[in-house]
């Protein structure tokens, strides 16, 4: 009796573990990205993009004929060494067939929208046997997984979605003398100089301490106009004097971006913190400047400098 007991066991096992291999069920994972979803899904469109963000495809060529795009099937295939992943766009579903010699896995990213406009939940699906749900240490697809980790890393450090560091500050320069002036675009350069010697006149006169490097902003009022505000940020206001004028700046907050290069090449930075706060739904409440935290003004436009460009924000 008691063998005949094992025996059904023993069936019933072998019955269960096969059902087990050979069903399959689908999986599902979430991952929320701080980013909006047009943007996320701009990433998952786009081969070119997986090259920046997938952890094995990044850094890999793109001039070797590793991108292949099927624009009829909506579908594009990268390759990478025996690495070949081909995705289909399905509007807001990817399905990802990827293969590495004899092992291949099937998924897709879902890109949902949530409440905030500035993020998405990326769900991933992926079919697998009962077994290996079941225990799942016989499982081999975090892959996937491993790659949307490296989308929401690389859309939410600015460095490498933006290509600048952008960060969110408290306002420092409380205290500033400032002065402004109109001149023609071609000259400047001359008038930040004599600008700024004058300002360093203001504060020795009226012993004030300089807190922080140079501050200017620049606003184009025609062709042949150019309006430039400098300040200097010190310890303390100090009576006016001649066109110089010592206020003091409000409490909040301050959207800032990185850049050193020459002069010219800055304004891809003011780009990427304009797309920054159209992407994070910011609104900017007073004029932007730029700090020369080298204490280095220009001289021309190929001029070497390292600065940081301060937005105002809410």
Known sequence: MNKRIAVIIAAVLVIAVTV???????????????????????????????????????????????ITVDSAAKSFTLRAGVRKVKVINHGLTFIVADTANSHSSLYSYNALPTLLDDSTIILIVRQKKLLQALLPFLSNDRDEVTAVDSLKSFMETPAKFYGFDIERRNVVDTNVAMTTRTVNPANRFTAIDD??????????????????????????????????????????????????????????????????????????LYKAMDRFVRDRGLHIIAINYEKYIDNTLPKNDSSAVELEVYYPIL
């Open 195 to 268: 600008m700024q010697k004058k300002l360093e006149t203001y504060i020795t006169v009226n012993h004030l301490a300089v807190m922080q490097p140079p501050i200017v902003h620049y606003q184009p009022l025609s062709k042949d106009s150019l309006e430039i505000m400098m300040a200097i940020p010190v310890n303390r206001t100090a009576a006016p004097q001649n066109s110089i004028v010592s206020k003091r700046m409000p409490d909040g907050f301050m959207l800032v971006g990185y850049y050193k290069g020459n002069f010219e090449g800055r304004k891809a």
């Open 20 to 66: 087990c291999y050979f069903v399959n069920i689908d999986t599902e994972e979430r991952v929320s990205v701080h980013a909006s979803l047009l943007n996320t899904v701009h990433e998952l469109a786009t081969p070119t993009e997986w090259q920046k963000w997938h952890p094995v495809l990044h850094g890999h060529p793109t001039n070797d004929g590793s």
